[in-house]
């Protein structure tokens, strides 16, 4: 029997395992850094796998393991899911309906933490079959700034032993269950807070000449801004600013003495992220300036951009489509949304890639973050076995280098 047909097996035997794993997380969430029981509930199944070397409390919440081919080999890999919850209330009837009030899991993080956890009796049951160490992180905190990668990665997650890569999956409901997708280089944006404060004097609407209107003012901030992205930004690195909030809390005849502006700005360039930054609270100083105003500008530092090493990534896709068939892999476009797995690829050789869960027969097509995200749990069974087959093989190839 070839390896992707045991693995298939041992992920075929456990996935009502895996499945009431996925269940008991999905019904007991918690929000990012208070992921106590959640913790506790990983490690505690990781022990009765078998394994040895369990680490809890990295990132207060965070679970590290690792599992030791029982060939000798210096390389390691490790496999990364995220274990926290949002702030949402469920909608769905199901069996395995949130528990606690106003948390859920629309994120798919219990998808990741429970495939992690069948693949870690995968790769324990099949350690006569690998050279190396599987490093399996268990991270809180990916749905809040700073992020728990970045607070793991300061906590020595990447070292002793550093891993050669780090494989990391998410879910992603327009993609059906059974398939999965890769993205080789740029993959997710770099995710900035803006805020701008636009401070005049208001006063008395039919007598402008009195005041220094920051109605206006933030208006001409507004359109002026997208001219950084138009016109400064070079034309293959993607860019978007968006501003979501304008509160200019006046009236038809007052104008206010402040408005107040929030906003987004993401990229696939750090050294771009960087200068646009500049670029942006110089512009819309200076604006409000000439204007006779006072603008306070802050941004709020999001994740960085995601990077997926091309040589790592396509070999995972070459191993995804000896494990699930050609017709099962697809290519995936940039994605502009930002995730903390992103902080990994910026230190080492790093793939994220997509698993399926979408199956709009069965009515399962919510996107994440809505109140009725679900998935098709038969994306389990490829979400363990995968990881498991994807980690194997990559200890058996060479280190690539850091790009
Ligand atoms: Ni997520």
Known sequence: M???????????????????????????????????NTSAFIAE??????????CKGIAKTGVVATIQGNHP?????????DIDALPITEQNEVPYKSKNPGVMHACGHDVHTASLLGA???????????????KLIFQPGEEKIPGG???????????????AAIIGQHVMPSIPAGKVGFKSGMYMASADEIYITVKGKGGHAAMPDKNTDPVLIAAHILVALQQIISRHCDPRTPSVLSFGKV?????TNIIPDVVKIEGTFRTLDEKWRAEAHKKMVKMAQGIAEAMGAVCEFTILNGYPFLYNEPLLTNRAKQFAIDY?????????????AAEDFAYYSQKTNACFYRLGTGNPEKGISSGVH?????????????????????AIEELTHEVVSQS
């Open 2 to 36: 070839s390896l992707a047909e045991e693995i298939k097996t041992l992920a075929s035997q456990q996935a009502q395992e895996v499945t009431s794993l996925r269940r008991h997380l999905h019904a007991h969430p918690e929000l990012s850094f208070e992921e106590y």
């Open 45 to 54: 199944t990781l022990e009765s796998f078998g394994l040895k070397d369990v």
């Open 73 to 81: 080999g210096k390389k390691t890999i490790a496999l990364r899911a």
């Open 120 to 134: 870690a009796k995968i790769l324990n049951t099949l350690r006569d079959k690998f050279e190396g160490t599987v």
């Open 149 to 163: 990668a970045s607070i793991m990665i300061k906590e020595g997650v990447l070292e002793n032993p550093a891993p």
């Open 247 to 251: 509160i200019a809390n006046g009236a």
């Open 324 to 336: 699930l068939g050609a017709d099962n892999v697809i290519d995936l476009d940039i994605w502009m």
């Open 370 to 390: 809505t109140p009725t995200f679900d998935i098709d749990e038969s994306a389990l069974e490829i979400g363990s076995g995968l990881m498991a087959y994807l």
